[in-house]
Nanobody
Framework: QVQLVESGGGSVQAGGSLKLSCVAPKFTYSGYCMAWFRQAPGKEREGVAYMYTGRDGIAYADSVKGRFTISYDNAKSTLYLQMSSVKQEDTAMYYC???????????????????WGQGTQVTVSS
């Protein structure tokens, strides 16, 4: 069974920074799509950022563009989400997800990702 393990969540004041990590298994595929999603209480799970490891390609949700950065360390098989200038509306449970070989279409279609982590909570206070 594929397991993704997130960490790095916590409480942070608005305007501050936080870095999330997600340790993934070492896949043998030529490439795979890795993404961060988030879900606030009472809301649908939404895509935040995704990237494809097999080639250049990174995209962000409009709500986080310019503030969040997704990256992947291949040697450590670890996906990161650097969150800066956080806002109260960034408060949510954050999940990492992966799909082998290609990104789903559209890339933020949560049902296109077969593997998920358990989530890490981020709470932004004023």
């Amino acid at each position: 069974q594929v397991q993704l393990v997130e960490s790095g969540g916590g409480s942070v004041q608005a305007g501050g920074s936080l870095k999330l990590s997600c340790v993934a298994p070492k896949f043998t595929y030529s490439g795979y799509c890795m993404a961060w999603f988030r879900q606030a209480p009472g809301k649908e799970r939404e895509g935040v950022a995704y990237m494809y490891t097999g080639r250049d390609g990174i995209a962000y949700a409009d709500s986080v563009k310019g503030r969040f950065t997704i990256s992947y360390d291949n040697a450590k098989s670890t996906l990161y989400l650097q969150m800066s200038s956080v806002k109260q509306e960034d408060t949510a449970m954050y999940y990492c997800a992966t799909a082998p070989l290609a990104c789903p279409s559209p890339p933020f279609d949560r049902y296109g990702y077969p593997y998920w982590g358990q989530g890490t909570q981020v709470t932004v206070s004023s």
